[in-house]
């Protein structure tokens, strides 16, 4: 089982939003048979059979082993991957575009590059799982509290000042054999700020 899994097809994406499956789904963390999953989610066992089947046919659970009680085969499931999470390419029809409208104080504009974001990691890591590789990453992830407005934009001017620099000192498109990597940096409120923080002091 994968900690993370990312489902790029439309018809997996669409069994994964269906609530009873997703019960089922987070049900499956630890491997059990459908008798088993009924008892614990309130449903009939043919009902549970039926989702298990949906979930299968994605490749959203899998077969762990099969147990012979009497005439019967049970089949014991378990959930590929602790967690999942949608690609973009599940709706490519209507996936933003971050070359659209380029704006780096644009909150739409960070949506849409986070949202290629997973889309390209979650590329990389469904081709490095079938190649049984690992990805190549380095993600820095932390909170910072500004003391006022001032203080963010002289610090996002310094952040991309630095960032410039690093990106030219390294960049090399003329060696043989380099590989291109893309950097995204994104500085966003946090969704819950330190007790007594007031909105107008994160604004």
């Known amino acids: 089982m994968f900690d993370i899994a990312v489902i790029e097809d439309p018809a997996a994406a669409e069994a994964s939003l269906d609530p009873t499956r997703a019960r089922l ?7 059990a048979s459908a008798t088993m999953l009924a008892t614990r989610v309130g449903l009939a066992r043919q009902k549970v059979n039926y989702h298990l089947r ?22 014991v499931m378990r959930a590929t991957a602790a967690s999942y999470v949608i690609s973009p390419l599940a709706l490519a ?30 590329a990389l890591i469904t081709a490095a799982d079938r190649a049984r590789k690992r990805v190549a990453t380095f993600t820095i992830d932390a909170d910072i509290r500004f003391a006022s407005a001032a203080d963010r934009a002289a610090f996002t001017d310094e952040l991309a000042a630095t960032v410039t620099r690093l990106v030219g000192k390294y960049h090399d498109e003329r060696t043989t054999g380099g590989r291109a990597h ?11 700020p330190p007790t007594g923080t007031t909105e107008s002091e994160e604004s």
Not at 110 to 118: D, G, I, Y
């Open 25 to 31: 789904l987070a049900a499956l963390a630890e491997p």
């Open 54 to 75: 949906a979930l299968e046919q994605h490749g959203l659970i899998e077969l762990v082993e099969e147990r012979r009680r009497g005439n019967v085969t049970e089949r």
């Open 93 to 122: 029809a209507v996936r933003p575009d971050p070359a659209r409208t380029p704006d780096r104080l644009s909150a739409r504009w960070l949506l849409a590059v986070s949202a290629r974001l997973v889309q390209d990691v979650g």
């Open 182 to 192: 893309r950097v995204v940096l994104a500085l966003h409120p946090s969704l819950n």
